[in-house]
């Protein structure tokens, strides 16, 4: 699951890649027809869900493996929310959550919370194609927490 998925492209990756199974979240449905087409052009099915990560609740997460989620904590209103999903996807055993974050302070607040309560670990990260980029994953396993 891909949580605040916009256009989806790490879930098209995921797809791709990994073949796996994706559902991408998000609160804005008007995001999907563009997720739908990078899909397409990449020979892919992801499916949608027009919802806020915030109303997921345990019960819709028991058959969800992986959740990821890149750039979806850029304000401070985002931060408490954002921490309670991912208790609620921990308890429902989900292996593993994964948050990128180009690093900002709001990123940094959930990451050192889930460093100290959950075990969680930071990444640093840099691609140099097509340009250089840095970032930062938090990445927080079940079989540690539980
Ligand atoms: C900066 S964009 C990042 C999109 C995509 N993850 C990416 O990396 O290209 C943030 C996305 O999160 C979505 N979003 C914000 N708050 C959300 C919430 N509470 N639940 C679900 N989606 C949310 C927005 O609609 C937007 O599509």
Not at 36 to 57: C, E, G, S
Not at 68 to 86: Q, S
Not at 90 to 107: H, Y
């Amino acid at each position: 699951m891909e949580i605040g998925c916009g256009w989806g492209l790490t879930g098209i990756y995921c797809a791709k890649k990994f073949n796996a199974i994706v559902t991408g979240v998000d609160i804005d449905s008007e995001v999907f027809p563009y997720l739908r087409l990078h899909a397409d052009i990449n020979k892919v099915h992801i499916a949608t869900l027009h919802q806020k990560f915030n109303n997921l609740k345990e019960t819709d997460l028991q058959e969800i493996d992986f959740v990821i989620g890149a750039d979806i904590c850029f304000w401070d209103k985002m931060v408490y929310p954002l921490k309670r999903f991912i208790h609620r996807a921990l308890r429902a055993s989900v292996q593993e959550v994964i948050i990128a974050d180009p690093g900002r302070p709001t990123f940094e607040k959930i990451g050192d919370y889930f460093v100290k309560k959950r075990k969680g670990e930071i990444l640093d990260r840099i691609v140099r194609r097509p340009r250089k980029f840095q970032g930062r994953l938090l990445t927080i396993k079940f079989s540690v927490c539980a």
